[in-house]
């Protein structure tokens, strides 16, 4: 293992390329920590330890995927959070709008025209979501504390001054979206999957330190251990596969013949990723973002569709949110598998190149044991997202910690992928070179 750590750092090709990587990201969390124009960077420090690093139920996806720079207010506030709401609304509208699907199977230039899209659509979020974050900081609803401090977190309530603060989240988001371009083009891995990894590790130390203040290190101990326990399971289910064996006849092309090996179709049991867990979150956000805006004035009786939604769908330690979101993320992984693999197509291109599946014929008996296999698969993987989600309710509940708990949820399934995937590319690398690679 530390002869092929030194390998690593005696190739100059891959040297640079890693560290070119590790200098973006350098400048990623530098960019963190740097306020916005007109935020009181001492009121913000105040409420942050008021509140312990936490926020409120709303923030919490957004804050986990800008490592904690949304409750800084920093001009990296937003995170890569608009890029990938924007990719996962790109690729959905691939099943409603025909010219979408037409562009995607056109190649690398219909691709090129459909990731255009995705960073217009970007850049429009970051608009839509930083003027909310400016409007939530300046209502005082950002942190949930009464202390004045925490109702003047911005100096100049002018409307230039708003404007300036929009504008410099908005280039926050662009400047992200270029730096993960320049890390896939000139360093290791996918650069927007480093960015996203790096933005969730950055919260790993101040999660688990805060367990260990507030619960003593006996606990912090049994939470390491079992947040062990929680990542070997997370990398074995995420390797695992079904293997549908595919054969290809042989055919004839002028003198040369082609065809006749052997593959697979790899289906993994998670298929979907991390995208259900996000659907989920951010579908459970929106009731509680609606009633927050419609809190009564002083004196006043709350409405009851408000008061029924702060007693079940802001707290993530009740057991109805924790069911609701359980059911929502099953169906959720269903839903997200049925529009990225499609049966029809892949039975459809088999067929054309000459592969079956041994024991089905080709075409539509092709597709529906396709479908039927899929479909078992899923279903353990749904289950499986669904249970490492409620990882984080559960030690809300039961240790303490916050909603960004590391070890569950989508932080641990975003750490485990890409890393797996970061370090598969490394070892590729390596194979290339040395022709011994870092995994055995």
Not at 34 to 47: K, L, S, W
Not at 93 to 104: A, C, D, S
Not at 170 to 194: F, K, Q, V
Request: aromatic share 12%; net charge positive.
């Amino acid at each position: 293992m530390f002869n092929a750590i030194g390998r690593i750092f005696r190739t100059p090709d891959l040297r640079r390329k890693i560290g070119f990587t590790l200098g973006i990201v350098a400048l990623f969390r530098l960019g963190s920590f740097i306020p916005a124009p007109f935020v009181d960077f001492g009121n913000v420090q105040t409420c942050l330890a008021a509140n312990q690093g936490g926020a409120s139920g709303l923030y919490d996806l957004v804050n986990l995927f800008s490592g904690g720079a949304l409750l800084q207010l920093s001009v990296f506030a937003l995170g890569i959070m608009p890029y990938i709401t924007a990719s996962i609304i790109v690729q959905l509208l691939r099943v409603v709008i025909p010219h979408f699907e037409t562009l995607y199977k056109e190649g690398q230039s219909g691709q090129g025209r459909l990731t255009q899209y995705t960073r217009y659509l970007t850049i429009a979020l970051a608009v839509l979501q930083s003027t909310t974050l400016i409007t939530v900081a300046r209502s005082g609803a950002l942190f949930p504390s009464t202390d004045p401090a925490c109702s003047a977190l911005i100096t100049n309530d002018a409307w230039y001054a708003i404007l300036l603060m929009v504008i410099t989240m908005t280039a926050g988001t662009g400047l992200i979206m270029w730096m993960g371009e320049l890390i896939t083009e000139r360093g290791i891995g996918n650069g927007m999957s480093l960015l996203i990894f790096t933005s969730i590790a950055a919260t790993f130390p101040g999660s688990l330190w805060a367990i260990g203040i507030s619960r003593g290190w006996d606990i912090f101990a049994m939470v390491l251990a079992i947040g062990l326990l929680i990542v070997v399971a997370v990398v074995f289910v995420e390797q695992s596969q079904r293997r549908i064996p595919v054969q290809y006849a042989k055919r004839m092309v002028g003198r040369r013949t082609y065809g006749g090996n052997n593959t697979y179709i790899p289906i993994k049991v998670n298929m979907a990723g991390v995208v259900p867990v996000i659907f989920a979150s951010s579908l459970l956000y929106l009731p509680a973002l609606i009633a927050q805006f419609n809190q009564p004035a002083p004196g006043e009786e709350p409405q009851p569709w408000v008061t029924w939604i702060s007693n079940y769908l802001t707290q993530g330690d009740h057991p109805f949110y924790m069911l609701l979101y359980f059911l929502l993320i099953v169906g959720f992984t269903y839903f997200y598998v049925a529009i990225t693999f499609n049966p029809d197509e892949v039975a459809e291109n088999m067929k054309k190149y000459g592969g079956f599946i041994p024991g089905i014929r080709a075409g539509r008996p092709t597709a529906e044991y396709l479908d039927y296999v899929l479909t078992r698969v899923t279903l353990p993987g749904s289950l499986y997202l669904g249970v490492v989600a409620l990882i984080p309710l559960i030690a809300l509940a039961l240790v303490g910690a916050n909603a960004n708990f590391p070890f569950g949820g989508a932080s641990i399934l975003i750490i485990v992928g890409v890393g797996l995937e970061t370090v598969k590319q490394i070892d590729a690398q390596l194979q290339q070179r040395h022709y011994e690679g870092l995994l055995r």
